[in-house]
């Protein structure tokens, strides 16, 4: 996503912003610092994993959905001001539900906002499966008066159109856009969940053997002659010695 937007564009997240902390030019150094409560983090140490921020990242939050509202509030500063630019408000199939997303549509559309509603549908919150918890789990279609569309998360090159195309839309004047992300989470929802109670192992294996965007990624790589096999393994091993 960050590469289909420019660093003038707005993006606001959960609570799980580590990622979107550095891309939006935070150091490693001081997310990692911010994990372990130390003055030289992101937010001195005083707001950990639900309070990270960098330009135009505002960070994730500690109330579910919450988020969402905010990203509007954004969006809404950025047409004020006169600003060309879009917002992500990013959130999870989980706090599709909550009723304060609800109101963040009706807001955003009465006033045709650049925003980008972005739901990530990983198809479980903590340990509930999307279908046991959504009448209606098509969660692009969520607002009727806001055009939705559903894209394959786990697509790399999907995702970077897609969201390209949205914010043509939303900066255009068209109003906001409810984008559906489909993705997988292999792990568990935290360092409690082993994740398999709810799911059997092979959903996951399944879904790590014929989805997985990396795997993908490396493909499309060596299909279209990019690099070999062997230069992607040379780079996976820098990258492991870079880091270790």
Not at 8 to 23: F, P, V
Not at 52 to 78: E, K, R, T
Request: charged share 20%; aromatic share 10%; net charge neutral.
């Amino acid at each position: 996503m960050e590469h289909a937007i420019t660093p003038n564009d707005h993006i606001i997240t959960s609570y799980r912003c580590h990622g979107y902390t550095w891309l939006r030019g935070a150091s490693i150094k001081s997310i990692l610092a911010e994990l372990m409560g130390r003055a030289d983090g992101v937010s001195k140490g005083k707001g950990g994993s639900m309070h990270m921020f960098a330009h135009n990242f505002y960070g994730g939050n500690g109330i579910v959905g919450a988020q969402v509202p905010l990203g509007a509030g954004i969006a809404f500063s950025q047409k004020y001001l006169g600003n060309p630019s879009t917002t992500l408000a990013l959130y999870g199939d989980g706090a599709a539900n909550q009723g304060q997303v609800f109101e963040a549509f009706n807001m955003a559309k009465l006033w045709d906002l650049p925003v980008i509603f972005v739901c990530e549908n990983n198809k479980y919150g903590m340990g509930t499966s999307a279908e046991r918890s959504s009448a209606s789990t098509e969660y692009y279609k969520r607002s009727d008066y806001i055009p939705g569309i559903h894209i394959n998360g786990m697509d790399i090159f999907a995702v970077k159109q897609a969201v390209a195309w949205a914010k043509d839309w939303t900066v255009s004047g068209k109003g906001p856009l409810v984008m559906e992300v489909a993705t997988y989470r292999y792990g568990g929802h935290s360092m409690s969940d082993p994740g398999t109670t709810y799911r059997t192992r092979e959903e996951i294996q399944n879904v790590r053997s014929t989805s997985d965007p990396i795997f993908h990624l490396k493909k499309v790589i060596v299909d279209l002659g990019v690099a070999t096999e062997a230069d992607l393994k040379e780079t996976d091993k820098r990258s492991q010695e870079d880091s270790g």
